[in-house]
């Protein structure tokens, strides 16, 4: 159904308006894991909104050059590259490449993880290990080498975490992504804890449905439109104002702020009441978000 | 331009750091009547052991803490319903364990309350957050000048803190 013409939908201002000055982080590099497209990118344009050279790292070079590119006429230098996370050498070869191009990685951004809905008894040794190890070992090995670096140029930064709204509550029909999710936000408070002394901020954006053309909701048929009006802010998410709360973070405006968590996902999360439809088990819903099988 | 150019915000309460981001990011700070950002501030309480407090201590808190933030920003959302406006709503106050037993009570209230109104009143385009901190610096008023601006339009029923220890 659509959002009722009554309600009163709260939006954000549009994508030329950023929060912050278009300078905020003027002479500092970001690496983006996972850049290539969607949250990434969208976190990349709001790092580079606020003048931060960009490195994008994502599985495939081509699209990351592309996005690279996109990047690059906000008007800051971005370069492309390719690393698998799970690889502490990879990581750490994309840093020195990231930072032989576009100086210090001062600021960084996890957000590389894949997802897709499947029955927890349909998930195989190699897809729970994929989705588990790129969030969960990723987000460590991308963590541990950029605070590394900086411990070692006397020189604090700012990690953001892409981590999401149903961390706390479970995700039935998601459980590679529910398990992942909730690990990188547990770290973040103790990466958090580890890296205070040296000026390293960690926090993370517990996200809610951003839709984008490279997510399973994306690609819906019929689109985003139908799905609306079950947020109760009555709307999905826009891609930049993910960007721009992952950029804020690292700003030196919210300066204090380290170990936090925090949820923007349009009240998602927290929509509940007394009398709800039956319950229908995964295996058995006829359809889920999208289809189990 | 500020992020809260041409709003106005009615601060109930104490705390220089956030009056100072309020007027950075253009709010105007209104005293009576109508407002589109109501934001609240509880005074920290004294921390006394639970068998120290006297149930007129105790009354105290809760109220300060809970019941006249839930009437006030209930009167604000029945004022903004009926202008057909939107609106935000901040809370702020100590963590849940910084003080006293009436403290946690009441912030742990304060908490569950905020996801309940945040969802409650969604689709009035009104926002409730919460931030619970020890904090007392410019990261709290620009956090709390974000939360109440629309660069937080996805943002409600979120409860958040500042520091390590938050």
């Given amino acids: ?293 | 331009m500020g992020w809260l150019s041409a709003m106005s915000v009615r601060l109930v309460g104490e705390s220089p750091a956030i009056v100072a981001a309020l007027t950075a990011q253009g709010a105007a700070l209104v005293d009576e009547g109508d407002a589109d950002v109501l934001i609240h501030v509880a005074a920290p309480t004294l921390a006394k052991p639970a068998h120290e407090l006297s149930h007129a201590e105790w009354r105290a808190s809760l109220y300060a803490g809970l019941d006249q933030r839930f009437m006030l920003a209930k009167e604000f959302a029945a004022a903004q319903r009926a202008l057909g406006k939107g609106g935000s709503v901040v809370f702020v106050g100590a963590t849940e364990q910084a003080l006293g037993s009436d403290h946690a009570a009441a912030a742990g209230a304060l908490g569950n309350l905020t996801k309940t109104l945040g969802v409650e009143w969604a689709r009035d385009g009104i926002r409730v957050n919460t931030v619970l901190t020890s904090a007392d610096d410019a990261t709290l008023g620009n956090l709390v000048a974000y939360l109440a601006s629309d660069y937080a339009a996805y943002i409600t029923g979120a409860v958040m803190g500042i520091g390590l220890d938050d």
């Fill in chain 1, 1 to 293: 159904m659509p959002v009722p013409s009554h309600h009163i939908i709260a939006t954000p201002p549009p994508f030329n308006e950023p929060p912050y000055p278009a300078d905020v982080f003027a002479g500092q590099t970001v690496l983006v894991t996972g850049g290539g497209s969607g949250m990434g990118l969208a976190m990349a344009m709001a790092f580079a909104q606020g003048g931060a050279h960009v490195a994008v790292m994502g599985r495939d070079l081509e699209k990351a050059q592309v996005a690279a590119a996109r990047i690059a006429e906000l008007g800051v230098k971005a370069h492309g590259m390719s690393c698998d996370v799970r690889l502490p050498e990879a990581v750490a070869a994309a840093f020195d490449e990231a930072e032989r191009i576009l100086g210090p990685v001062s600021l960084l951004a996890n957000n590389a993880g894949a997802n897709f809905p499947v029955l927890a008894e349909d998930i195989s040794v190699n897809a729970w290990n994929a989705v588990t190890r790129i969030a969960i070992d990723g987000t460590f090995l991308c963590s541990s080498e950029f605070a590394r670096r900086r411990i070692a140029l006397g020189e604090g930064g700012a990690i953001i975490n892409n981590s999401a709204q149903y961390i706390w509550t479970g995700f039935p029909g998601d459980a590679h992504s529910a398990a992942a999710k909730t690990a990188q936000a547990t770290m973040t408070k103790k990466m958090a804890r580890d890296w205070a002394a040296y000026g390293i901020r960690v926090n993370a954006i517990a996200a809610g449905f951003f839709p984008h053309e490279s997510s399973t909701a994306g690609r819906r048929e019929g689109g985003t439109e139908s799905l609306q009006n079950m947020i109760p802010a009555g709307r999905t998410g826009s891609i930049w104002e993910f960007g721009w709360l992952s950029a804020m973070t690292c700003t030196p405006l919210l300066g204090a702020l380290t170990g936090q968590v925090i949820v923007q996902d349009g009240g998602e999360s927290l929509r509940r009441s007394l009398m709800m439809p039956d319950f229908v088990p995964p295996r058995e819903r006829a359809e889920g978000p999208w289809g189990w099988r």
